[in-house]
Each structure stands twice: as C-alpha cells, then as structure tokens.
C-alpha cells in the first residue's frame, strides 16, 4: 500500500502558531500515523507550493490511499489534477478528506453537493463511535476525549453516507457526522472531521489508529478502468432467439 499526504501547506509555513503545534507541518504528523500502518509501502507527502502540487502522473498512479488536507487555498489547486484525482478514485484509489477539505475541489467534485456546514471558533470536542463494528472503529472506544478544536455543526450538505461512523458532539451543544463512507466507483471516501491546524489533533492516540484503519479500510483490492465502455464480443450463453421470433 502506497499512502500519499497532500497538504496545502500555508499555514505551516506562515504562522507562528501553526508551527509552534506541528513543527514538520501538518503532512509530517500525518505521515508519521501513516507509517504505522500494516503493509504500507511508500509514505510520500505533497504541498500546493511543490511542482505540480506534488502530484504529477507517476505519484498519482502509484498512489493507494490519498490523504488531503486543505484550508484557505482550495481555489488553488487546479481543475485538471482535481479531475485525474476524481478518476483515479473512480478507478479504486481511496480518498481521506481531513477536516477543512470538506471545502476542497475534490472532495465536493465527489459528494456532488456545496459541502456547506456551521461553524464556529474553538470548543471541546469528544467523538462517540456510533458503528462499533466498522473497521475504521476498530480498537477505538465508544467515546473518547480529544479537546480543544474547531466546532463544525449540523447541517453538513453531504448526500447521506453509505457508512457514518463516528458523531463529534461539542460542549456549546453542537452535533456533527464527523466520520462519514461513500464508494465512489471503484474507490471508497472517508471524511474525518478533527484537525484544526492550531490543536495537536493529530497526535491523539486515537486519531492517528482511527487515520491508519481507514487507510486500511480504503485501499483498492482491485482496479477497474470505469472511464471504458467495452462492448460484449463473447456470450456466456448460446444466444437463443426469442420464442416465436425468427
């Protein structure tokens, strides 16, 4: 398994109070869980500011699970890479959209719906696990405190997920779909909603195995090429014709 870890990479670079919480930026949290996934193969990371954001045909094509992170810079990231993201889903690569990427290009190029949400500044946050038997809960308690991080609140503009596995609940009263499924073609989607760039969401025990079973969970058990339409040149049964036709 080849896991890949985009992110737009402003932030980190940028803010005192960004880098202060992750030093090797966000990418570099989520590589680390990403290399304590069984079988994983290549941990590459990529940022908007990299040559081709990081993304070119032959780091593309050898991707499994794409993991995306982005914020402010969404209208960025060009329309022809969303496109060969979508079809590479489509094909079966997996797709984890981390917490503002609920407003990426690709992610909505996905769901097919604006994404929309409420929100607010930060408040405490514990994530109760409502499908115990989903991989992606796999060794995660019920419920489990993460703290501080972005309030995001019902309504969330999503069609209605094949698999919700986890509720955010927040202490001003909030409820949020914060671990949501849909397949996709081929491919699976999970959105998992902690990470606010200011809190050390990513260093939670808890968030870094929920991280690793959805890449687990995602991976392609086989590849299909759903952009053909080939024709049936060979029968699986004698073509008989129909009773009282000639």
Known sequence: MNITIWNEGLADKNRADVKAVYPEGLHGALAEAARGVKGVGLVRTA???????????????????????????????????????????????????LHSAHYSKIFRKLMGTSCGLRWREDTYERVFCVNPSHPIAAGIPMHFELGKDETYAEFFDIPAPDETVFLGWFDIGEVFRSGCVWRRGYGKVFYFQPGHE???????????????????????????????????????????????GK
């Open 47 to 97: 940022t908007l500011d990299d040559p081709e954001c990081g993304l070119p045909d032959d780091v593309l094509n050898t991707t499994d699970v794409l993991m995306w992170w982005g914020h402010q810079a969404h209208h960025k990231v060009p329309d022809e890479l969303v496109t060969k993201i979508h079809e590479r889903v489509l094909r079966g690569m997996g797709l984890i959209a």
């Open 198 to 244: 200011t809190n050390p969401t990513y260093y939670n025990e808890y968030v870094k195995k929920i991280i690793q079973n959805a890449c687990v969970y995602l991976a392609p058990t086989v590849w299909r090429d759903v952009l053909d339409s080939p024709k049936i040149e060979t029968t699986l049964e004698e073509i008989r014709a129909k009773s009282g």
